[in-house]
């Protein structure tokens, strides 16, 4: 499972992450960013999301096999 993590770094700024857990554990992770605004945070939310979709060509993570029904 991918997700978006979005946390507080030490200078006060919103950092952006996409992770990936595999079985209950995080096994990747990608910085994407850090924002002290809320216009280049919701940059970095796009950004993170498009990494997630794979806007840029094949995706970041191979989700096929949670897809599968």
């Known amino acids: 499972m991918a ?8 200078s ?7 992770c990936y857990k595999e079985q209950g554990k995080v096994v990747k ?7 002290s605004s809320e216009v280049a945070l919701e940059k970095l939310l796009r950004k993170a999301q498009g990494i997630i979709d794979g806007e840029k ?13």
């Open 3 to 10: 997700y978006i993590r979005r946390f507080k770094t030490t």
């Open 12 to 18: 006060g700024a919103t950092g952006v992450q996409v």
């Open 29 to 35: 992770t990608v910085h994407v960013g850090s924002a």
């Open 57 to 69: 060509g094949k995706p970041l993570f191979n989700l096929d096999k949670f897809n599968k029904k």
